[in-house]
C-alpha cells in the first residue's frame, strides 16, 4: 500500500469516526451548554460563531461572496435546518435527558420519507420501505411510552411530552431544509454555502433570543466552566468538524453508506450519556431504540443491493420486535 492510499485510508476513518461520534456526543454537549446559556442563545452563538470562522476561512482563500439570491437560500436552509433542526433539540433538552432526545431525533429518515412526495410512488411501492416505517413509528410508541409512563399529568409530565412534540417538529424541520436545500442548491463553494447558513442561522437566534426575553436573565459571568466547554464543543467540532468531514465524505463516498451516522448516534449519544453524566435508560425505552434503529435500517435497504432473501429474514427478525413490545404489560422497566 503506498503513503498516498494510507493516508486516504486514515482520513477516511477519521471522517467517519468524526461524524459518528462528535454528532452522537452533540446531545450531551448541548446539556452541559444549558447548565449556564438558555436555549436559543446557545444555539445562536454556536451557529454565529461556527460561521464566522468557516466565512472568514473562505474569504482568506479568495472566494468572493455572490448574489442575494445564494444568502436567501442558505438562510431558508439555515433557518429550517439549523434553528428548526437543531436549535429546538437545545430547547427540548430542558426537559428531557440528551439520550431521550437523540432517540426521538432517529426517527428523522421516516419523516424525510414522508415529505418527499416527489418520491412517494417509490418508497410506497417497497414492502420493505413500508415495513420499516410502520416498525419504527412502533418503536417510537414503545420509547415513547417508557419515557412518560407512571408520569402523573403534572407540569412537569406535560413538559416532557411538549419537549417530545418539539423534537419530533425538529426532525420535520431539518427534513424540510434537507429537502429545500437539495432542490435549491447555492452556486458556491459548499463551505461558503455552510458559511451563511450558519451566519443566518446565528443572526435569527441570537435576535430570537432577545425577542424572548433570554438576554435579561444571563450573564456571561455566571457561566459555568462545563457549560463553555459544552459551547466550545459544539462550535468547533460539531458545526465545523463534522460538517466539513460530511461534506467531504459526501464527495468521496456513496450517500448511503455516509448516511449511516443516523444509525450510530444515537446509540453513541446513550453510551456518551450512560458514561459521562450517569444518564439512565429504561428497558423499555431501550427496546423502543432497537425498535426504531431496526425500522430505520430497514427503510434504507432498498438503496442497498442485498438478496431478496436476506431481506426476507430482516423483516421477520424486525416484526417479532413488535410482538415483544406489544403488549406492554409483558416488559419490565
Do not use: C
Not at 456526543?25 to 460561521?51: D, E
Not at 431558508?76 to 431525533?105: M, P
Not at 437566534?205 to 432577545?210: A, E, K, R
Not at 431496526?294 to 429474514?313: A, D, E, P
Amino acid at each position: 500500500m503506498t503513503n498516498s492510499n494510507k493516508k486516504s485510508g486514515l482520513l477516511l476513518v477519521a471522517a467517519f469516526a468524526s461524524i459518528y461520534i462528535i454528532w452522537g456526543s452533540t446531545f450531551l454537549a448541548v446539556s452541559y451548554g444549558l447548565q449556564s446559556f438558555p436555549p436559543f442563545l446557545l444555539s445562536g452563538l454556536r451557529f454565529l460563531i461556527a460561521g464566522i470562522i468557516l466565512f472568514i476561512w473562505q474569504k482568506s482563500k479568495g472566494e468572493k461572496v455572490s448574489n442575494l439570491q445564494n444568502w436567501k437560500r442558505n438562510g431558508i436552509t439555515g433557518i429550517l435546518i439549523l434553528i428548526g433542526g437543531t436549535g429546538l433539540v437545545a430547547w427540548g433538552e430542558q426537559y428531557i435527558s440528551s439520550t431521550e432526545a437523540a432517540i426521538a431525533i432517529a426517527t428523522g429518515p421516516f419523516w424525510f420519507i414522508a415529505l418527499d412526495r416527489k418520491n412517494w410512488s417509490n418508497y410506497f411501492s417497497d414492502k420493505t420501505i413500508v415495513t420499516g416505517l410502520i416498525i419504527g413509528f412502533s418503536g417510537l410508541l414503545v420509547f415513547l411510552k417508557g419515557s412518560v409512563s407512571g408520569a402523573t399529568i403534572s407540569t412537569d409530565g406535560l413538559s416532557r411530552i411538549i419537549a417530545f412534540i418539539v423534537l419530533a417538529i425538529s426532525s420535520i424541520s431539518w427534513v424540510l431544509g434537507s429537502l429545500y436545500s437539495k432542490n435549491n442548491p447555492g452556486s458556491q463553494s459548499r463551505l461558503m454555502n455552510i458559511s451563511q447558513q450558519l451566519l443566518i442561522a446565528g443572526i435569527v437566534s441570537t435576535l430570537f433570543s432577545g425577542a424572548k426575553g433570554e438576554w435579561y436573565q444571563f450573564s456571561f459571568s455566571d457561566v459555568n466552566l462545563y457549560a463553555w466547554l459544552g459551547l466550545g464543543f459544539l462550535i468547533f467540532f460539531g458545526s465545523i468538524v463534522a460538517y466539513i468531514s460530511y461534506i467531504w465524505l459526501l464527495t468521496v463516498k456513496e450517500p448511503v453508506l455516509v448516511s449511516t451516522h443516523t444509525y450510530i448516534n444515537p446509540i453513541v449519544a446513550v453510551l456518551v450519556g450512560w458514561i459521562i453524566a450517569g444518564e439512565k435508560i429504561s428497558s423499555l425505552q431501550f427496546l423502543g431504540l432497537i425498535v426504531i434503529l431496526s425500522g430505520v435500517v430497514l427503510t434504507n435497504l432498498s438503496n442497498i443491493k442485498i438478496h431478496k432473501r436476506t431481506k426476507v429474514k430482516i423483516r421477520k427478525w424486525n416484526q417479532t420486535f413488535i410482538r415483544i413490545s406489544n403488549p406492554y404489560k409483558h416488559i419490565t422497566q
